[in-house]
């Protein structure tokens, strides 16, 4: 086969780098591509084969080595990604993956997912890594299971590759009542030290993570022994409450409905995403409250006889029961130690070595990171524990002189996340604001009811449609929308032409109605 036809077969751009790429592959590409295997073996639902996939991979899977192979090349052939993983999760921010991961995490379950990328490419590399690095860690008995989990939409122009290239098993999707999940978007914190002024023209625009923190902009709040906690934690966070990119407060408000509904990268793409994966075949449904109080240890459970992770005992029963995540724009809290030692360069950002600071990170009991290490000494509350990076670390700070000043200033930084994190609880709305909203809001109503028609699809398809009739304020809502005067149309969710954005589309009631009856 020729380059082109190639390129034509993977729909990959015939661009220098590719051309380059392919050319040296070529005679492997073109004998898988007219092999049996290739044509033939069925891999999926409805009789699927390699050569049928939007997006056929150009080597053989099975012949991969993803220990050695580099995530963006792979990316390139349409390699789906490691199959490392034991069972997958899906669904959208607010069900409850800001703690499902971390409870999996205490029962020896590696988890692979959501790293603040937004773009396809780059989260297919940031999973592809993940989980070859949990596979390492399942071979050497660290953990006992891997999970990947998907929360995230990207509509950008390869996103449909994205999702082609995941192999799905053991699927389980988890959603909540719609207007509690948006509530719940509505509450999110964001940390206000996130920020896109940042000036890297000193820093090696080749580096991969410095690219990666150009993307992400993910930046954390320091604190130093000189600086009251209390005082930096109360202009910590802030929440959006509206469309326009400024549209910040102090406090959450319901008028926030306005940008989460239509936030698909985050929220309510979950029949977006199930029409995307198009290796999944059946689900199963799990909902928040399964990883909610009282019922989290039993479900945790189920799943470790299901999957071979680590079963909860007892004596972890209180911490599994917790609220997860309470503190999760508080934690982890990094405490800088040698400030001192780092020179400023005109407000430019600057790449330091590990070896250059002296760092300590307060963790809860689920945030601990398995790549850290557990400082032990520190009289702190039960909940939280502290790590460093390395054991040199340690002695470090043995030698510092400054253990006692450490221990006071940790116990002060405990304490005032604890109280800031029960002011932030205190602002919460609820279901009832975001209810009021909508029926002082008819128009944003309409628009909503459209896009659950998109977002609820999977449960109704997989005959799980009596959990809507438990969902009692999504019963509220629709009763709502049915008092709106809404003259004959109703609108839908609806991928755009010439991109891979969506919009909503207004349609003759009666008319949609009918076409997708017969669907």
Same mark, same amino acid.
Do not use: H, M
């Given at each position: 086969m020729t380059v082109e036809q190639i390129c034509r077969v993977g729909k990959i751009e015939l661009n220098n780098e590719?051309? +380059?790429?392919?050319?040296?592959l070529q005679n492997q590409i073109s004998t898988w591509l007219e092999s049996t295997k290739f044509k033939e073996q069925i891999i999926g639902k409805d009789n699927q084969t390699y050569a049928t996939l939007p997006y056929p991979p150009l080597l053989d899977p099975?012949?991969?080595?993803?220990?050695?192979?580099? +995530?963006?090349?792979?990316?390139r052939l349409n390699i789906p990604l490691p199959p490392f993983y034991d069972f997958m999760l899906f669904g959208t921010h607010g069900v409850g993956f800001a703690a499902i991961p971390k409870l999996l995490n205490i029962l020896g379950c590696g988890t692979a997912g959501r790293d603040s990328e937004k773009q396809a490419p780059f989260i297919y590399e940031s999973l592809f890594e993940q989980l070859v690095k949990c596979e390492k860690e399942k071979s050497a008995g660290?953990?006992?299971?891997?999970?990947l989990y998907l929360?995230?939409?990207?509509?950008?122009?390869?996103?449909?590759k994205l999702f082609a290239l995941i192999a799905c098993k053991n699927v389980i999707l988890i959603d909540r009542d719609?207007?509690?999940?948006?509530?719940?978007?509505?509450?999110?914190?964001?940390d206000k030290a996130e920020s896109?002024?940042?000036?890297?023209?000193?820093l090696d625009q080749n580096d991969k993570m410095v690219q990666k923190i150009q993307r992400t902009r993910r930046k954390k709040l320091?604190?130093?022994?000189?600086?009251?906690?209390?005082?930096?934690l109360k202009d910590k966070v802030h929440y959006r409450v509206g469309i326009e990119k400024n549209a910040y407060s102090d406090k959450p408000n319901a008028s926030g409905c306005q940008l989460w509904m239509r936030e698909l990268l985050q929220g309510y793409h979950n029949g977006l995403m199930a029409s995307s994966l198009v290796r999944l075949g059946d689900f199963r449904v799990m909902q928040t409250k399964d990883f909610s109080g009282k019922n989290t240890f039993d479900t945790l459970k189920k799943l470790a006889n299901e999957f071979g992770f680590n079963k909860p005992n007892e004596s972890q029963k209180e911490l599994l029961e917790s609220r997860v995540s309470d503190l999760k724009c508080f934690i982890p809290a990094i405490l800088l130690l040698n400030p001192q030692d780092i020179k400023g360069k005109d407000g430019k950002a600057q790449k330091i070595s590990f070896d250059d600071i002296l760092l300590l990170e307060l963790h809860s009991k689920f945030s601990v990171s398995r790549d850290n290490i557990t400082v032990n000494g520190f009289n702190l509350p039960e909940f939280f524990e502290v790590q460093v990076n390395n054991a040199n670390d340690i002695e470090k700070i043995n030698q510092s002189g400054l253990t006692n000043e450490i221990q006071a200033y940790l116990s002060k930084l405990c304490a005032a996340i604890m109280e800031q994190n029960e002011i932030e609880n205190a602002k919460k709305i609820t279901e009832d604001d975001v209810l009021e909203y909508f029926k002082a809001n008819p128009q944003s109503a309409l628009l909503f009811d459209g896009l659950l028609v998109s977002h609820l699809r999977p449960i109704k398809e997989s005959g799980n449609e009596n959990i809507l009739n438990d969902w009692g304020y999504y019963q509220r809502f629709k009763?709502?929308?049915?008092?709106?005067?809404?003259?004959?149309?109703?609108?839908?969710l609806c991928r755009k032409n010439d991109d891979k954005s969506y919009v909503f589309v207004k349609f003759n009631k009666k008319e949609i109605k009918e076409k997708e009856k017969k669907q």
């Open positions: 590719n051309i +380059a790429l392919i050319t040296n099975d012949s991969i080595n993803y220990f050695t192979s580099e +995530a963006s090349i792979c990316w660290i953990i006992k299971a891997i999970a929360c995230d939409f990207p509509t950008d122009a390869d996103n449909d719609p207007i509690s999940l948006l509530k719940a978007c509505c509450n999110l914190q964001l896109e002024e940042d000036d890297f023209s000193q320091v604190y130093t022994l000189d600086k009251d906690p209390k005082e930096l009763q709502t929308v049915n008092n709106i005067d809404d003259e004959g149309f109703c609108y839908r």
